[in-house]
């Protein structure tokens, strides 16, 4: 009987050490993955075969020396990076635009050219924690990164003119930054926001991934990785909710998510969008995959920025 017992408890302590070891891999695959976008010179590259305008419009910046690189130190004390661009005429029309995950500021010019070539406006493009020149040694996934976007606004602010009109715009995990930041307490300067396909929360994503990506449940890894994450990082997945966030805004904003998202799904923009008070606006993308609803209709897409970033803010 005592052999049972034991071989019990054995297989219990075994089991329970399993699901603590795997929990642990996920969140460091999830939250410190190797490719991490800390490459500049080959996401300089990757931008330029993908966007072939880029590399005559980033040459005059750089000749001009119009390309100037700021720093900051972040809510936890990281050294964080940022580029700016003054607009090409004096204004404070101003855009703070929030790259995803596994990306940094330089995969984010496409919509640095949107807003500082095609609108006209000074941009500020942040690397967020862990990722291009900033340090750090996680993603935040937006939640302790609307922290610091919000410090960047600031900066921003102070940098174009210290009475400036600004436009936060983020894609994939910056959609979800920039909603994130969209709920808390907003700067006279703040007129307006624009997320591209964000996610509702980090709990939601990393459950579809889980499944999607390695036919896994949520129970009981999602809630052991969970309770790691508020261990190791003080943050856990389920309040780091855009939901929630733009519940609590009252600012306009546009939502953009193409109908073929299948890495954040195309249901998510639904919730967040309903659960956002009015003014708001939705384009849901025809034919778009996750990410690249810009690139699959960039005029109209400069288009539809342009109508809404109109309304609140004057060039």
Same mark, same amino acid.
């Given at each position: 009987?005592?052999?049972?017992? #034991? ?10 050490? =399993? ?5 642990? #891999? ?37 000749? =001009? ?185 009252? /600012? ?17 923009? /639904? ?29 109209? /897409? ?14």
């Amino acid at each position: 009987m005592k052999k049972i017992v #034991y071989t019990l408890i054995a297989v219990v302590v075994l089991a329970i050490a =399993g699901i603590f070891g795997i929990s642990l #891999y996920m969140l460091d695959y999830s939250l410190k993955p190797e490719n991490r976008g800390k490459d500049i010179d080959s996401s300089y590259l990757f931008m330029f075969e993908r966007y072939p305008y880029l590399e005559s419009w980033v040459d005059s910046l750089e000749q =001009g020396k119009f390309l100037k690189d700021t720093f900051m130190t972040g809510h936890d004390g990281t050294r964080l990076h940022a580029y700016y661009i003054y607009a090409p005429d004096t204004t404070d029309a101003t855009a703070v635009i929030v790259h995803g995950y596994t990306d940094n500021a330089v995969r984010m010019f496409m919509i640095g050219h949107l807003y500082n070539k095609e609108l006209g406006y000074n941009v500020l493009l942040p690397d967020l924690h862990y990722s291009g020149l900033s340090g750090g040694d996680h993603f935040q996934m937006g939640w302790n990164d609307r922290l610091d976007v919000l410090d960047w606004m600031d900066v921003a602010n102070s940098i174009f003119g210290d009475s400036t009109q600004m436009v936060v715009h983020g894609i994939s995990m910056g959609a979800a930054t920039t909603m994130m930041v969209s709920g808390e307490e907003q700067k006279p300067f703040v007129r307006c926001f624009v997320e591209d396909c964000g996610y509702t929360s980090v709990w939601d994503e990393f459950a579809h991934e889980l499944k999607g990506r390695f036919g896994l449940p949520e129970f009981p890894l999602l809630h052991v990785a969970n309770w790691l994450c508020r261990v190791k990082y003080g943050w856990d997945f389920k309040e780091a909710s855009a939901e929630k966030q733009v519940a609590k805004c009252n /600012y306009p904003m546009l939502f953009i998510h193409g109908d073929k998202d299948d890495f954040v799904p195309t249901w998510m923009v /639904y919730d967040v969008y309903d659960s956002k008070p009015m003014p708001k606006e939705l384009w849901v993308v025809p034919g778009s995959e996750h990410a690249l609803s810009y690139m699959d209709n960039i005029d109209a /897409y400069v288009e539809r920025v342009r109508t809404f970033t109109d309304k609140y803010i004057e060039r």
